[in-house]
């Protein structure tokens, strides 16, 4: 049985007819930047995520830059970020000119340890960039008590956890400014590029609005120096699709990641997710971590089972960051976990049968 890594099959088959009969309302009608589809999902998002507003965007890096932008964040400030993260969330702290200072998560949740953070703020300390990783919430209640008594910004990534909640509130919701990716593989994901912008700020909101847009709230005129930064309708248009069958997909996700749990319990030295208390987990990625993982990998992929690693170098030990003088050891439980970590398959339609495959086959490999 081959069980690819992610698979797009059920879910495409689902709104298929939807998705075409939305591409042909959006190719007769000729309205492409910039319209209703954008509004309605804008409009759509915003309820999903119980904020007062959502302004669409290009992708999750431009929805991260934007919102630091906005908060006249840039050079001689410093943003705290997680160690372990993709990459993105350090660049678009680089992007404004502003320095991104690391922070190690929490060894059994991956995200950013609030315990952590008072040591690391400074007099050049602007905001908090806590990353929902792999589709947990982060402790959001420490982290706010924090900002709020340091009078720093908190700004979310929210990439990969749409619809996860700390204490009943919902990621995107928490931070004055917050971004998120819709990048096809997430689990709100676009036939493309795509992100989107979460706050409760008015002003905030049109500001992006103007940046995202050549710095021009009319047409032709510019009252500052924006980009091209935009949503288009037609990935607008199917997102408001998708995002219908949300809930029921991430219900499919913690579904799957149920099983995965009871079958992998207490096999060889496997370390199987560990969700805070408070915190929910959407699963945008189940990850084991093991120290035989490069091999495991190797005998997954033997018996035609995809899996991934994420991330297998942390950003503080990146080429693109040499210049901040982090060595190897300098931030060791990011480092351990790009070491051991393996994210294995999980998409919704996946079948029990997929999912007691690869846990059968990590069976045999630890014992035979």
Known sequence: MHIPFLSFKEVNQKIKPQIIAAFENFFDEGWYVLGERLIKFEKDYAEFNHTSHCVGVSNGLDALHLALKVLSIGPGDEVIVPSNTFIATALAVSYVGATPVFVEPKKGTYNIDPNLLEASITSKTKAIMPVHLYGQACEMQEIMTIANKRNI????????????????????????????????????????????????????????????????????????????????????????????????????????????????????????????????????????????????????????????????????????????????????????????????????????????????????????
């Not at 049109?206 to 510019?222: A, T």
């Not at 439980?333 to 398959?345: D, F, K, R, Y």
Request: charged share 20%.
């Open 153 to 368: 910004w908190v700004v979310e990534d929210n990439a990969q956890a749409q619809g996860a909640t700390y204490t009943g509130k919902l990621t995107g919701s928490f931070g004055t400014i917050n971004g998120t990716s819709f990048y096809p593989g997430k689990n709100l994901g676009a036939f493309g590029d795509a992100g989107a912008i979460t706050t409760n700020d008015a002003y905030l909101a049109n500001k992006v609005k103007i940046l995202r847009n050549y710095g021009s709230e009319k047409k032709y005129q510019n009252d500052e120096i924006g980009y091209n930064m935009r949503l288009d309708e037609c990935q607008a248009a199917f997102l408001s699709i998708k995002l219908q069958y949300l809930h029921e997909w991430t219900t499919e996700r913690q579904k799957i990641a149920g099983w995965y749990n009871l079958m992998l319990r207490d096999v060889g030295d496997l370390i199987l997710p560990e969700v805070a208390v408070g915190a929910t987990h959407v699963y945008h990625l189940y990850i084991i971590r093991t120290k035989r993982r490069d091999a495991l990998q190797q005998y997954l992929r033997e018996y035609n089972i995809g899996s991934l690693i994420h991330y297998p170098i942390p950003p503080h030990l990146q080429n693109a960051y040499v210049h901040l003088g982090h060595k190897l050891g300098s931030f060791p439980v990011a480092e351990e976990i790009a070491n051991t970590c393996l994210s294995l398959p999980l998409w919704p339609g996946m079948s029990f049968a997929e999912t007691e495959q690869v846990a059968n086959v990590i069976k045999n490999y630890f014992h035979g």
